[in-house]
């Protein structure tokens, strides 16, 4: 099992930036794939991100695809999601997801139903 604790929400400009930190307890972080999900007010909960136990693959959402950047660093048990460009449709609570897995070390799962386990959320706000 693991908990996972996002932080490094806020309020911030349009164009400005801000990186989310995600750290897990537990052990074996390198057995859960990481994925980044946002849900904003009235909205569905919408996948952004995802990063294999590798750390080699990683998969975005078309709305954050090259402002947002996931990594991982496993040695510190610790996904990053660093967003870069920020718009006010950024608006979310952004939620940190842990997926097991004993299968392919490469796999990004996109789906919030193949995450096992959540974070609390951090909340971000995009001003116009």
């Known amino acids: 099992q693991v908990q996972l604790v996002e932080s490094g929400g806020g309020l911030v400009q349009a164009g400005g930036s801000l990186r989310l930190p995600c750290a897990a307890s537990?052990?074996?972080?390198?057995?859960?794939?990481m994925g980044w999900f946002r849900q904003a007010p009235e909205k569905e909960r919408e996948f952004v991100a995802a990063?294999?136990?590798?750390?080699?693959?990683?998969y975005y959402a078309e709305s954050v695809k090259g402002r947002f950047t996931i990594s991982r660093d496993n040695a510190k048990n610790t996904v990053y999601l660093q967003m870069n460009n920020l718009k006010p449709e950024d608006t979310a609570v952004y939620y940190c997801a842990a997926q097991y897995s004993t299968g392919s070390y490469y796999y990004t799962p996109r789906m919030n139903d193949e995450y096992h386990y959540w974070g609390q959320g951090t909340q971000v706000t995009v001003s116009s």
């Open positions: 990063i294999s136990r590798s750390g080699d693959s990683t």
């Open positions: 537990g052990r074996a972080f390198a057995s859960y794939a």
